[in-house]
């Protein structure tokens, strides 16, 4: 499976941005697919994620203002990121696994496959 994400930008505190992981590979429809993040000196944190069942699932930190959602061909998995803040500010990833676990399904080492990241910064 091979991702790319992509829709990162420049955005002002308030406004909203969606990201897109578009995925090849004709079996994606089997895979759970997770949204990472990491800002600078941090490390990489849990944003969401989306199982094949269909279940989601939300870090604290955007519940309530992110949602993630699966086309209806299941070739491209989108992150709607509303109420932006500056603190959203960071690379995101988009990652799948084939084998996603309720258990560690906030953990990146869970994820098999990785899109190249796309930036967003949300300024004051």
């Known amino acids: 499976v091979q991702l790319q994400a992509s829709g990162g930008g420049l955005v002002q505190a308030g406004g909203s941005l969606r990201l897109t992981c578009a995925a090849s590979?004709?079996?994606?429809?089997?895979?759970?697919v997770g949204w990472f993040r990491q800002a600078p000196g941090k490390e990489r944190e849990f944003v969401a994620a989306?199982?094949?069942?269909?279940?989601?699932y939300y870090g604290d930190s955007v519940k309530g203002r992110f949602t993630t959602s699966r086309d209806s061909a299941k070739t491209a998995v989108y992150l709607q990121m509303n109420s932006l803040k500056p603190e959203d500010t960071a690379v995101y990833y988009c990652a799948a696994s084939s084998s996603l676990i309720l258990s560690t399904i906030r953990h990146y080492r869970q994820y098999d496959y990785w899109g190249q990241g796309t930036q967003v910064t949300v300024s004051s």
């Open positions: 590979g004709r079996t994606f429809s089997r895979y759970g």
């Open positions: 989306i199982r094949s069942s269909g279940h989601i």
